[in-house]
DNA sequence: CTGAAAGCGCTTACAG
DNA sequence: CTGAAAGCGCTTACAG
């Protein structure tokens, strides 16, 4: 290790100094202006011969504008920031990793701060963005927090991925983007129900999110709705903060009676894997004895899990309805609520060729 | 809608304002840099009286320092980029949480940059990055790149998970945090011929980056070493981008002679998860018959894929590890390379509570 | 076509 | 204990 006094300590202390505007202009012997314009492409910036001297000093000392001034001076940075409730659910991270490649092509930056569904850090991180000047929210949150309530009451702009604004006033665009998630509780029903299935489970978190209530919720209204008498109805709702154990601890339940026998609804794939690691461990029987359906069919779970059959939600496209719904925000215009259809996605039927 | 020249539109066209150092000293009537001192908590920053009445107008504002004008000044942005080869690699999204999780403690603010492994990609990123003045980088892609290639030259501040410095001189510290990749490989060889195993199939990526190559040649050359003829062991370099590819590929080369019979060491998690489906459809014994053991053993591997045994890699320590790296380079050190211990995760052995 | 100057929000010596 | 002033890197009217 080099001595803390060492010369080279000094060198690599920070990071290496790179040319600003001032020493192009310097270097090339014209003004901080006309650097800038011709940097910046603007319509009539200087002389053919004035930008070319220019070009080489950029060129010959790797001038690149520093954002961080352009930020300051414009009020805008450029950077939009992501808040997911848990990077470690593979849902989340396709989320993030679709947005994130879409604000790119907008000319975003996307700052991804994970809140692990804590008030604390997500108020910690709203503020730490606010500081940064983002210019836009995303959120795939669905934690409430005195700083969430805060922004939303002051107008930041912010789109709601997946779980709605627990905050929205009344009557007002949303900007939630998602599935309907009552509607696909129902439709799973309906799988279930076609299927000749006489004995439900229906597997959810306790103190879930509205997006997950409201899936369980509509699956169990729409069984009622088809005649199945509540005693054949198991709502089960384990504790748990990942939806991992929450699946175990729910087939754990579901399989305490006696051998379960009928068909089962997960609210979430993640609830589904649990469902299923407790079934190897502890044989409950997960073949077409027992159909198992769950939301979200998220590309991963067609590679791991091919005996997993769900209503896919179109994630790989929300990076793109997020931009839109920002562009909205940043024209002036209240964003509306998106909703986006999901589809079946059939266990072991989904093609390979479209995973690569 | 607002229509486009609506008073409305114009109100939130932009962030909500927010108070600057400026207002806050001409409300308080104080100076300026009295109410910075006051912020930053400066030794003796103000009389009693004087912070009273200041912290009292910071609090009515609701004021929050901008820190975009705070880098500008210092020089420093408290930012770090984190370059990833594919945010849909559980692997890679487990990095990037724990990484995420360790520099907020250190009061850092995470940038995740997704390359998708691709050069022009990273040099984008890169030269966005250094716009913005990050202070350090973090890396986790294996890709060459002319921009790569040169901010290693000129001596930024970056770190390598996973996947070592591709430009590093020659006897340099690398500031690559992993595990001994071909030693991986080696141990996962004795695995297979501990449990009598007399034919091996090795799948790996085709080009793969250095670390599966070495995780790959390790476990051949290890086979070898203790005899296995060379007829026995089936090097199975599969392309495609994606690891899941790369495993359905593998797995379909190795079924497509006769009946497979022996032991499989998939060189990633993901190759596994590939060789799996590929299993499930077709038919490829995955049972003790034909023992299958792969090197990163994720988190969600344990949940997803009960069947696998595989040599675990401790990611989720790997954020402790990176800073750490980060804060040596950031006093001016070299950052040595840092080579984690893996362990053996047994099929279906990690207790459900550990993941919870 | 080009430049001098103001100002974005902040920190930090330097005076008093 | 407190303030006036310079300056971080940039853009943008405003002159010329």
Redesign the pocket.
């Known amino acids: 290790m080099a001595s803390p006094s060492s010369p080279r300590r000094r060198a690599a202390s920070r990071a290496p100094k790179s040319a ?3 020493t192009i202009a310097a270097t090339a012997g ?5 650097v ?2 011709i ?2 492409g603007l319509p ?4 053919a011969e ?2 070319a001297r220019v070009r080489q000093v950029i060129e010959a000392l790797g001038y690149r ?2 954002q961080i ?2 930020a ?4 805008k940075s450029r950077l939009v920031a992501m808040l997911t409730a848990e990077l470690a659910n593979p849902v989340m991270a396709t989320i993030a990793s679709v947005t994130e490649a879409a604000l790119r092509d907008a000319g975003y930056v996307m700052i991804l701060c994970d809140t692990h569904d804590r008030p604390d850090l997500q108020d910690e991180y709203l503020h730490a963005m606010r500081a940064l000047v983002v210019e836009g929210y995303v959120l795939a949150t669905n934690v409430r927090s005195p700083g969430l309530e805060e922004f939303v009451t002051r107008g930041e702009r912010m789109v709601f991925a997946c779980r709605p604004n627990p905050y929205a006033a009344e009557g007002t665009a949303g900007a939630f983007l998602g599935i309907d998630n009552a509607q696909a509780g129902r439709d799973a029903a309906d799988y279930l129900l076609d299927r000749d299935c006489t004995r439900f489970a229906v597997l959810s978190q306790a103190n879930g999110s509205p997006a997950s209530i409201a899936r369980a919720l509509g699956c169990c209204e729409r069984l009622r709705e088809r005649g199945v008498p509540k005693g054949r109805i198991r709502d089960i709702r384990a504790p748990g903060h990942s939806h991992l154990a929450v699946g175990y601890a729910a087939a754990r339940a579901l399989a305490g009676r006696r051998p379960w026998r009928g068909g089962i609804v997960c609210a979430s794939d993640q609830i589904a894997f649990g469902t299923y690691r407790f079934a190897c461990e502890h044989g409950l029987d997960l073949t077409t004895a027992n159909p198992l359906i769950s939301i979200d069919g998220a590309d991963l779970s067609a590679w791991l899990a091919p005996w997993l059959t769900s209503l896919h939600v179109p994630y790989e496209e929300f990076g793109t309805h997020i931009v839109e719904m920002l562009q909205t925000l940043w024209k002036g215009q209240p964003a509306a609520d998106h909703i986006v259809p999901y589809s079946l996605r059939a266990a072991g039927a989904f093609p390979v060729d479209d995973l690569c």
Chains 1, 2 share one sequence.
């Open positions: 600003s505007l001032a014209v003004s901080i202006a006309t800038s314009r940097v910046n009539r910036h200087a002389s004035t930008e504008p520093n001034g352009r300051l001076q414009q009020g």
